[in-house]
């Protein structure tokens, strides 16, 4: 046990596909356990060391498909089998939040947690620590449930946003409500408000407070789970999951609980925040050259070429005259030369590969 607060604990969400980043990211190697950023750690290893600055490491918990379990031991090796809590299927998020705060409060009452993607870049861990702690010390005594909002640098359509209370001039403000996806005059419009934060998916709140808000918002799940307490933690955890999850409705945290809540509050954060959902995404957050050639992995003799993102493994050789803006990915046997501004149609593409090729491409 290490000095930081044995109450805290992080639930770590690590089972998604992540197929806009196909080539790289597939169904049985998706990109959160991919260096996706070329720093020599995969997005999964730099989300637990940035939450372990805070909370002890045996109380982190991956969450994530029983199919990625062997990829979870083989990259955080220091886990144990307790920490990892497998989904025998695709629920969307809050069955398995509800699961796992199940679970974390049958061993520790007075647990704070937060839900933090596995696959989010953030450049200022120290902040997100600081910003944590604050939203942690608010959650033990007061019956919240809260989030971490970002500063919106541009009308983006591809997040959802938080909308909070105009009037409040704490830290912590109250959320009006959660806005949709919307679209580019809606953004200039949520913007110019200047009081909507863009919707980052990470949570925090006590085990109790997020309990109490299943009971009361989705009895079904919330009955359906708790039915399983006595076994939680125990030897006969796995088979009443095995036998149970898939009874669950498919449905997310956000709309399950935060849309339906009256006891929701943001922090809009300080650090700098990237979802890397898309390889435009990524391309952002990478070093450039002078033509904003943006270059992982590759050795490369470029020609008239400006605004490309290209990855390929280490030290492959590859030249490119003639491109403008795109996206150039090279993963055994697939090679992906795609548009950037059609970067949201590769999950198309993928589709059509499947189809036309077999599943084992995707």
Same mark, same amino acid.
């Given at each position: 046990m290490d000095s930081k607060n044995s109450n805290y604990y992080a639930i770590l969400m690590a089972g998604g596909v992540g197929s806009r980043f196909w080539p790289v990211s597939t169904q049985d190697f998706p990109k959160q356990f991919h260096d996706m950023l070329g720093?020599?750690?995969? *997005?999964?290893? #730099?989300?637990?060391? %940035? /939450?372990?600055? *805070? &909370?002890?490491?045996?109380? &982190?918990?991956? /969450?994530?498909?029983?199919r990625y379990n062997d990829l979870v031991f083989e990259q955080l090796p220091n886990?144990?089998?307790r920490q990892v809590v497998l989904e025998p299927a695709m629920r969307n998020t809050a069955p398995c939040i509800l699961y796992a705060a199940l679970k974390i409060?049958?061993?520790?009452?007075?647990?704070?947690?937060?839900?933090?993607?596995?696959?989010?870049?953030?450049?200022?861990?120290?902040?997100?620590?600081?910003?944590?702690?604050?939203?942690?010390? +608010?959650c033990q005594s007061n019956d919240a449930l809260m989030t971490l909002g970002i500063t919106p640098t541009f009308p983006n359509t591809g +997040?959802? +946003?938080?909308? +909070?209370?105009?009037?409040?001039?704490?830290? &912590?403000?109250?959320?009006?409500?959660f806005r949709e996806k919307p679209d580019y005059e809606t953004a200039k419009s949520f913007i110019d408000q200047g009081n909507? /934060?863009?919707?980052?998916? &990470?949570?925090?709140?006590?085990?109790?407070?997020?309990?109490?808000?299943? #009971?009361?918002?989705?009895?079904? *799940?919330?009955? *359906?789970?708790?039915?399983?307490?006595?076994?939680?933690?125990?030897?006969?955890?796995?088979?009443?999951? %095995?036998?149970?999850?898939?009874?669950?409705?498919n449905i997310s945290v956000d709309y399950a609980l935060m849309e339906k809540s009256d006891n929701v509050y943001v922090i809009p954060a300080t650090f700098d925040w990237n979802d890397l959902g898309t390889w435009g995404s990524l391309y952002d957050k990478l070093d450039k050259d002078d033509n904003a050639n943006a270059v992982v992995n590759?050795?490369? /003799?470029?020609?008239?070429?400006?605004?490309n993102m290209i990855r390929s493994k280490a030290d492959k050789i590859i030249v490119v005259d003639g491109l403008k803006d795109y996206i150039i990915v090279d993963k055994d046997e697939v090679l992906l030369i795609f548009p950037k501004?059609?970067?949201?149609?590769i999950k198309k593409v993928l589709q059509n590969v499947k189809a036309n090729f077999g599943e084992e491409y995707g």
């Amino acid at each position: 046990m290490d000095s930081k607060n044995s109450n805290y604990y992080a639930i770590l969400m690590a089972g998604g596909v992540g197929s806009r980043f196909w080539p790289v990211s597939t169904q049985d190697f998706p990109k959160q356990f991919h260096d996706m950023l070329g720093t020599g750690d995969t *997005l999964i290893q #730099k989300t637990f060391n %940035r /939450l372990a600055q *805070l &909370i002890p490491e045996e109380n &982190i918990f991956i /969450l994530t498909n029983e199919r990625y379990n062997d990829l979870v031991f083989e990259q955080l090796p220091n886990v144990t089998k307790r920490q990892v809590v497998l989904e025998p299927a695709m629920r969307n998020t809050a069955p398995c939040i509800l699961y796992a705060a199940l679970k974390i409060q049958k061993e520790n009452e007075d647990a704070v947690m937060i839900v933090a993607p596995s696959d989010h870049w953030i450049e200022d861990e120290e902040a997100f620590s600081n910003n944590v702690k604050t939203a942690f010390e +608010y959650c033990q005594s007061n019956d919240a449930l809260m989030t971490l909002g970002i500063t919106p640098t541009f009308p983006n359509t591809g +997040y959802g +946003y938080i909308e +909070y209370d105009k009037s409040a001039t704490t830290e &912590i403000k109250q959320v009006s409500q959660f806005r949709e996806k919307p679209d580019y005059e809606t953004a200039k419009s949520f913007i110019d408000q200047g009081n909507f /934060l863009w919707n980052a998916g &990470i949570f925090m709140w006590s085990a109790k407070s997020v309990i109490s808000a299943f #009971k009361n918002n989705q009895p079904k *799940l919330y009955q *359906l789970f708790e039915s399983g307490f006595s076994v939680y933690n125990t030897e006969f955890e796995d088979d009443f999951i %095995r036998d149970n999850y898939e009874k669950a409705e498919n449905i997310s945290v956000d709309y399950a609980l935060m849309e339906k809540s009256d006891n929701v509050y943001v922090i809009p954060a300080t650090f700098d925040w990237n979802d890397l959902g898309t390889w435009g995404s990524l391309y952002d957050k990478l070093d450039k050259d002078d033509n904003a050639n943006a270059v992982v992995n590759a050795k490369t /003799l470029l020609e008239d070429a400006h605004g490309n993102m290209i990855r390929s493994k280490a030290d492959k050789i590859i030249v490119v005259d003639g491109l403008k803006d795109y996206i150039i990915v090279d993963k055994d046997e697939v090679l992906l030369i795609f548009p950037k501004e059609k970067e949201q149609d590769i999950k198309k593409v993928l589709q059509n590969v499947k189809a036309n090729f077999g599943e084992e491409y995707g």
